[in-house]
């Protein structure tokens, strides 16, 4: 979906590399998010936001970390990756409230050597 | 604490035929429920959610869910499956306040022409 980009769309690094994924959105939504994907275990919450003054952890923090600079634009970084990292990493939006769909990005492949 | 099943990795089925892919769920409270289907290459997309109210949900691309609160389950389902239906399909439940939501693993679909 164009209204959620995702860079870059593919990446290849070596352990202990410093990454950052990029998240840009022109929905106007306040709550964005950051899952990974594994085959076999769906879709898993890193991170989410619900403003830019608000972050907060998911079920998988350990090893992410995230920025959110604007309303627009929310950053997930790998300081210091692992080969068990090697993921799909996909953000997402949606409005603010419950009951919400969200909105996802095309996604990022992630390969840790 | 919710969570959402998904019994099936795989359906298989002939094109013209009608199509089920099943989901069940657990939680405390009531049930927001949601379907998305993935692309190959693409994020994820909305397809449909029950919140409340009729128990047949209709969506996108002519897919419809049954909500059956006895069983937990929440099926999605399409009369007459199409070749370009074959994609991998996430159901998700979503708590209240809407900052958590909980894919299942996923299922993929094969329609055969």
């Known amino acids: 979906d164009a209204d959620v980009t995702q860079t870059p769309r593919n990446r290849i690094t070596k352990t202990g590399k410093r990454i950052m994924l990029e998240c840009s959105q022109t929905k106007g939504h306040d709550r964005m998010y950051w899952y990974r994907q594994d085959p076999g275990l769906g879709l898993r919450l890193i991170y989410y936001s619900f403003d830019v003054k608000d972050i907060n952890k998911g079920e998988i923090s350990d090893g992410y970390s995230v920025s959110r600079q604007a309303q627009a634009k929310f950053s997930l970084s790998l300081e210091s990756a692992i080969p068990n990292q090697t993921a799909l990493y996909f953000c997402?939006?949606?409005?603010?409230?419950?009951?919400?769909?969200?909105?996802f990005g095309p996604g990022t492949r992630l390969t840790v050597l | 604490a919710q969570s959402v099943a998904q019994p099936e990795d795989q359906v298989n089925v002939a094109e013209g035929n009608p199509l089920t892919v099943k989901c069940t769920y657990s939680?405390?409270?009531?049930?927001?429920l949601f379907w998305y289907v993935q692309y190959p290459n693409r994020g994820l997309q909305f397809l449909l959610k029950?919140?409340?109210?009729?128990?047949l949900v209709k969506g996108s691309y002519g897919f419809e869910a049954e909500f059956n609160k006895s069983q937990t389950s929440f099926h999605l389902k399409k009369p007459s499956a199409l070749v370009s239906d074959s994609a991998l399909y996430f159901c998700a439940v979503q708590n209240t306040g809407g900052f958590k939501t909980i894919f299942g693993a996923g299922t993929r679909l094969f329609v055969k022409a």
């Open positions: 997402a939006t949606s409005e603010s409230g419950s009951f919400n769909e969200q909105f």
């Open positions: 029950y919140i409340t109210g009729d128990n």
């Open positions: 939680v405390s409270g009531n049930p927001y």
